[in-house]
């Protein structure tokens, strides 16, 4: 089941330090990840994966497939807001997707038709650390994150490859 969802999920904000900034003179891409990285880390906490549940449970996601796309360059002390949606839900994976914005400001929100500047698309697998290995996720979780699975970005299911000619 899918539902249209106006990103019930926090925005994950950031301002680009200068130390994110590569000879370019653009965020280098590997600060586009760790930007994502904390995106996730807010979806976590936001669908009770939070600190606690790591502490009692072991269990945690590892992103097992990503897909980035850079569309557009990013300047030093750019304002980014990050929406997370969730596209899939399983017993054992989580299928979601992060959307950067550039905004005016450290408070702003990106527009409902505006453009991102990159996105990502990750899978995700459930694993209990204390066992190493995949386990399903506990219930309450699960119904959480099916709760919060939206219609698919255009953009999603992408594969790497060359434009045809």
Do not use: C
Request: hydrophobic share 40%; no cysteine; aromatic share 8%.
């Amino acid at each position: 089941m899918t539902r249209e969802v106006r990103h019930p999920l926090p925005l994950y904000r950031q301002t680009v330090p200068p130390e994110w900034i590569d000879y370019n003179g653009h965020l280098s891409e590997g600060y586009y990840s760790v930007a994502f990285g904390f995106a996730t880390d807010g979806l976590m906490e936001a669908t009770g994966l939070h600190a606690d549940y790591r502490a009692a449970t072991g269990g945690t996601l590892y992103t097992v497939e990503a897909h980035v796309r850079f569309l557009r360059e990013v300047a030093e002390g750019a304002h980014l807001v990050i929406r997370s949606r969730v596209l899939g839900s399983f017993a054992r994976r989580l299928h979601f997707a992060h959307e950067m914005h550039v905004v005016e400001g450290p408070a702003a929100e990106p527009a409902p038709d505006a453009e991102p500047v990159a996105t990502i698309e990750l899978l995700a697998l459930h694993v209990d650390r204390r066992q190493g290995r995949s386990v399903p996720f506990p219930e309450p979780v699960r119904e959480r994150h099916a709760g919060l699975v939206e219609k698919a970005p255009p953009w999603a299911g992408r594969a790497v490859g060359t434009p045809p000619r």
